[in-house]
Structures are given as C-alpha cells and as structure tokens.
C-alpha cells in the first residue's frame, strides 16, 4: 500500500494556497481589508504583534472581562478542575488580589496566543479572541472573502477559509506555519479524510437520553456540522471492528465508494475536480507567460529585444512570445504551448461559480 509522507502532504498544502492566491483579485482582497482594519501591508510579523493588535481593539471594560476568562482558565488549569460552588469564593478572593480591578496585559497576552496556535479551529470565531465589539467583526471580514473567491476547484472549505485567516492577518509566514502544524498532526494532513466520533456533547441534552434508548440525537449544532459533508461517504467503525478489517473493506469497496461520491457530485466533473486535481505546477512561469500573451501584439513588438522581424501579419502574438521566452529568457515553448498554457492559466485564476443544477445533468 502507497504510504504518504509529511512531504506529500506540505506540497499538496502549498499548492492549495498557491491556487487560492492566485485567483484574479485576491491579493487585492486582502490588501484592502488589512487597510480596513489597520493591519500592516504585508501582515503582522508574528502571533505577538497580532495579539498586541487584539488588545487596543478592547475597550476598558472588555480587557477587565477577558481577564476573568483568562484568570479563570489559568486557575483551573492549576487547580486540574472546573470552577464549582465551592470554588467561587476562593477563586475571587484570589483574582481581586491578584488583578487588583485593573485588567491583566501578560494574562491577556498569553491568552490570545494560545488560541493563535489552533489549526483547526479559525481563531476569529473563538469566544476570547472575538470578544468585544471591534474583535467580534474579524471572522465577517475573513467569510466575505471566502464567499468571494472559494470555488469547487480549490477542494476543501475548512482549509481554504484557514489560508485567509492566517493570510489575512500573519502573511505569508502565517500561512506557512499553518501548513506545518497541519502537516505535524496525523489526524489533520489527510486532505479529503477526516474522521468523526460523537460523543455526549454533540447530543440533545437531557438526563432521560442515553445511548440505545432511542432519545440519543444529534443536536442542531452536528447535525449542521455533518450537513457540510453531504458530498462525502461516511464510513462507519464499530467498537468490535479491527484495522485490518477496516482495511480490506476499504479496498473491496473502493470502486462502489467512489461511485456513489460520483453520481451525487456530477455538478464536481463540470469543473474538471478529480481526485488528483493538486497536482504541482510552475505557477510562476505560467503567470509570466500568461501576462506576456495577454499583452497586444504592439505591446509585445514594444517589448521584444531581439533582432527577428515578427511584425508580418501572418505572425500571430503567441509566436512573438515563444520568441522572447527563448531569446531572452531560455524557457523552450512553442507557439501553441503558450497559447494553451495562457489559456489554461486564464481559466485557473477565475472564480468558478456557476456549475450547472445537478438535477439538469
């Protein structure tokens, strides 16, 4: 069986992003919104500055109320338990002595930048970091350019939406370290394989329901969570199953598995989406030669250095850059690959939105 290493995986990540960031206008996107919202051109320079970044966004009140969150996290994590009755005198007896009605700047601190380190959740969401009026804004500033720019060919919603938040507000640098704690963690580099285990908390409460008794129902907040994969297979594994077993059931029924994702997502085929569709590509070099070709043929005569006559009619602009490519720059591509690949590249950076309803195929 193929094993798949974390340098498998870090390549499929990068070129992920590299599809995302190249769609027309998206790094204009986010120029523009980093100016909305006062973040440095290029993004912050580390979890630290951001995190400094989050703390002027609160007001006096809002700081004094993250401080509480945050001293109630660090008090339980030393107690090893959750604040009870009990618990409530000690516990605010020791927090007025300690906070003294002035909030906490290193507690706060300490406290956004754990959060920052998740890869899994999207940080503008969590409860501390989207506290306060200004804060609770971020995650709407990342949804509105995702809603933008995501399309099918780019595969995975969860990790698209993580690239614009690191991107957004840590840069490039943010990115990368995304995809390195990703790749880092077994249950998260396996792009388009995940796993689900519901437990106590995914149920409708009450003290009357409990496994086999027929109340045990998911609630409102995993029956959306597992709407969001209505184009997947779930395989279920039962306590008594084995890895082996688990396995050999995998590879008997991997053709009738892919057939069902198939005939249910048809609308996937209309964009050319298949199991192999992150594959490397010279994304730089396409971009060169797709800004070359869309140039007119009087801008590219302008801009050719040679010595060739190429201003003959019957000399077609795809023949003029296959020229300069080789003239003056070394590249080997011939009339016809610029073309296509200018016309490929063209397809790649616009956002497909329009697949065809699926009843209709």
């Not at 933008?148 to 991107?167: C, N, R, S, T, V």
């Not at 990703?182 to 388009?192: D, L, M, S």
């Not at 009619?313 to 690949?341: C, F, G, W």
Request: proline share 2%.
């Amino acid at each position: 069986m193929k094993q798949y290493s974390a340098d498998y995986f870090d390549k499929k990540f990068h070129i992920l992003f590299d599809k995302l960031s190249i769609k027309e206008g998206f790094v204009d996107a986010i120029k523009k919104t980093r100016q909305e919202l006062g973040i440095p051109k290029d993004g912050f320079n580390n979890k630290l500055e951001f995190a400094e970044y989050l703390i002027k966004r609160l007001s006096k009140k809002e700081r004094r109320e993250i401080s509480l969150r945050a001293f109630v996290e660090k008090y339980e994590k030393i107690h090893k338990k959750t604040i009870g009755e009990e618990d409530k005198q000690p516990f605010f007896k020791e927090f007025s002595k300690k906070i003294n009605g002035k909030d906490s700047f290193l507690m706060i601190m300490i406290c956004f930048q754990w959060r920052l380190e998740d890869h899994n959740d999207f940080f503008t969401k969590d409860h501390v970091v989207s506290h306060g009026k200004e804060n609770s804004k971020l995650f709407s500033k990342c949804w509105a350019i995702f809603n933008k720019f995501f399309a099918l060919d780019l595969l995975d919603q969860h990790i698209a939406m993580q690239f614009i938040e690191k991107y957004l507000f840590l840069g490039i640098n943010g990115v990368n370290e995304y995809i390195k704690s990703k790749v880092a963690c077994p249950h998260c580099r396996h792009i388009g394989v995940s796993h689900f285990s519901p437990e106590k908390r995914n149920m409708v409460a009450g003290k009357d329901r409990y496994p086999f008794s027929g109340n045990y129902i998911f609630n409102e907040r995993s029956v959306k969570l597992l709407s969001s994969y209505f184009d997947s297979v779930f395989i279920l594994i039962r306590p008594y199953a084995v890895k082996e077993q688990v396995i050999q059931y995998i590879e008997d029924n991997w053709n009738d598995l892919k057939e069902h994702m198939t005939e249910k997502n048809s609308f996937y085929k209309q964009l050319g989406v298949h199991p192999t569709k992150i594959k490397e590509s010279d994304i730089e070099k396409n971009q060169f030669v797709y800004d070359l070709y869309k140039l007119s043929k009087k801008e590219l005569l302008k801009t050719y250095q040679g010595k060739q006559d190429l201003s003959g009619k019957d000399i077609y602009k795809e023949r003029i850059v296959s020229v300069i490519l080789q003239e003056e720059y070394s590249i080997e591509m011939s009339p016809d690959a610029v073309k296509k690949t200018a016309t490929r590249f063209a397809k790649s950076i616009k956002v497909k939105r329009e697949p065809k309803d699926i009843r209709d195929i």
